[in-house]
């Protein structure tokens, strides 16, 4: 059984930072991708950072380019550092890994979000 669980999450100021982890449990193999998600009252849920194995390669949406940074902390640990924070970040963000789980299969697994509320 894998589990992704996060925290970090609360409110904060406009122009504050928060700090997310996430962290990966159970009978992981490996893990290929690691990606903070966000979704918004009313929205789709929207991709806000990819981290692939090691972190050598890492993508931004264009909303959070130079604010945001992710990281991997080890195989199984990412952060979500997060500055400058906007009220149109408010979300409840979840951490999604794509992985091989130690009987073989590849799947993607979520956690159960962390709510960010930036407010104005």
């Known amino acids: 059984q894998v589990q992704l669980v996060e925290s970090g999450g609360g409110l904060v100021q406009a122009g504050g930072s928060l700090r997310l982890s996430c962290t990966a449990s159970g009978s992981i193999a490996s893990i290929n991708a690691m990606r903070w998600y966000r979704q918004a009252p009313g929205k789709q849920r929207e991709l806000v950072a990819t981290?692939?194995?090691?972190?050598?390669?890492t993508n931004y949406a264009d909303s959070v380019k130079g604010r945001f940074t992710i990281s991997r902390d080890n195989a199984k640990e990412v952060s979500l550092q997060m500055n400058s924070l906007k009220p149109e970040d408010t979300a409840v963000y979840y951490c999604?890994?794509?992985?091989?789980?130690?009987?073989?299969?590849?799947?993607?697994?979520w956690g159960q979000g962390t709510q960010v509320t930036v407010s104005s």
């Open positions: 999604q890994a794509h992985l091989q789980t130690a009987r073989g299969s590849f799947n993607s697994y």
């Open positions: 981290i692939t194995t090691g972190g050598s390669t």
